[in-house]
């Protein structure tokens, strides 16, 4: 087996064995291939073994990427030569040398990650089901890999990967593809996430588009958030927060934009959403109406902090908000509210939305309290007099008019269906049945 070895004095006992994948390097303990010296970045490069060659690709280090002596960025290490990270030098080592016999498949360029290709998927009764055309575009060649295969293996494969690791590569592939969603970094060369972002927005607007990072900045957030991105999330670091990831991201290629609001509330993507930025430590301002009413959620740091809905305020107007089975949401950048009314952890409050979504129904006006209607209303008990003082005649009954029935109320919102926090991380779709089975079915895939 070939590898990679650490030759540096003190780091001598460091190395990597090399297969057919892409391999990180870099100090974080993220990387394939962990190098702990302070010279190193976190994630400073990246190789591949081709034959008896090792392909690499700086990704934007601080102290540089060397080959030769020379700063690469991309550049193929030849046997010999000697592979020098920030400080700490490094030799490939091969341990047989490859078959004459056998000639070698030429890889693609370093820049280029064939698209899979199109596959037609069938239902249970052989009927089409939807492809949608996901664009990842990213610098980190281990990463769109990981990405290929982690999304490509989900349910029904209802997704056709497509990837790219520069702005140029997308920009060709969203001219010759009619792309539904695109993914992309905003810490890429030359034209960055941000500026790319801004490009794809003027040019396709139509093409729903997610920025999935690694950097937590509410400066970047707020600038992805005015060019268009519907979404800016962060890149999780465990197979639960992809899967919500995917969840996500399979809600938004469902949604349809209407008067610039992302998503209807009969999603349930706003629990995705919510859950999302508490995880990653955001700061957000989730906007939510329909008819009746109309209410903003603050995340401020991964905390909400305050929520209002016509005069409600607080933890009422949150639970308020997230009863509405019909309408829309958005997510817009973070502004200071005028006042901070909600102390609970989001974890508790979304727990005691789903606790009473499950037991009561929701109905509200834009007074001051939130009205519970149960679900069953229990017949109202005679009092029993009290021995030590006389009983009282009954008053004679008094007639009862004839009245015309009248219709019941309607109410302005109904609770929503039941789903708690590990359903969410669990579920396949958003989409969550009625705890007792009737209702309106929903038109999404089944788990």
Known sequence: MSRLVVIT????????ELGTRWVTIGRADSNAFQI?????????????????????????????????????????LPPGQ????????LRLEISAPASPTAPLTTAPAAT??????????????????????????????????????????????????HTA????????????KLIDLVVLDIGMPLLNGVQLLGLIHQRYPNVKKVVLTGESDDSHRAACLANGAELYLLKPGDEDGWRLIFNLLSSLLRWEDRNDFVSPLSDAGLYNVIQLECVGG????????????????????????HASAGKLVGEKAFHQLLSLTDGEFRLIPFRAPAERTVQ????????????????????ADDGDTILITKKSVA???????????????????????????????????????????????????????????????????KK
């Open 344 to 363: 609970s952890q989001w974890e508790a409050l979304l727990a005691e939305t789903a606790r009473l979504r499950e037991e009561e129904n929701y109905s």
């Open 9 to 16: 004095e003190g780091l001598t006992s460091v190395s990597h």
């Open 36 to 76: 702990v010296e302070t010279s190193v970045s976190s994630q400073h490069c990246e190789v591949l073994l081709r034959g008896n060659e090792l392909v690499v690709r700086d990704l934007r280090s601080t102290n540089g990427t060397f080959i030769g002596g020379r700063t690469v960025t991309e550049a193929v």
């Open 165 to 176: 690791g520069s702005a140029d590569k997308a920009l060709v592939i969203l001219q010759q």
């Open 282 to 305: 955001n700061s957000s301002i989730l906007e939510v109406r329909n008819q009746q009413t109309s209410g903003e959620i603050y995340i401020e740091g991964g905390a909400i902090v």
């Open 379 to 445: 017949k109202k008990a005679i009092p029993t007099p009290s021995p030590s003082s006389p009983a009282a005649p009954p008053p004679p009954p008094k007639p009862i008019p004839d009245e015309p029935s009248q219709p019941e109320a309607r109410r302005s919102t109904s609770g929503m269906n039941s789903i708690t926090l590990e359903e969410m991380v669990e579920a396949d779709t958003t989409l969550i049945p009625k705890p007792d089975g009737k209702g309106p079915a929903s038109d999404s895939p």
């Open 112 to 161: 280029e990650v064939p698209s899979s290709a199109p596959v037609k998927i069938t239902g249970a009764k052989g009927d089409g089901l939807k492809i949608y055309r996901v664009l990842f575009v990213d610098d980190s060649m281990a990463f769109l890999e990981m990405v290929t295969d982690l999304f490509g293996a989900q349910k029904n494969k209802t997704w056709e990967i």
């Open 82 to 89: 000697t592979l020098r990270l920030g400080q700490v030098e």
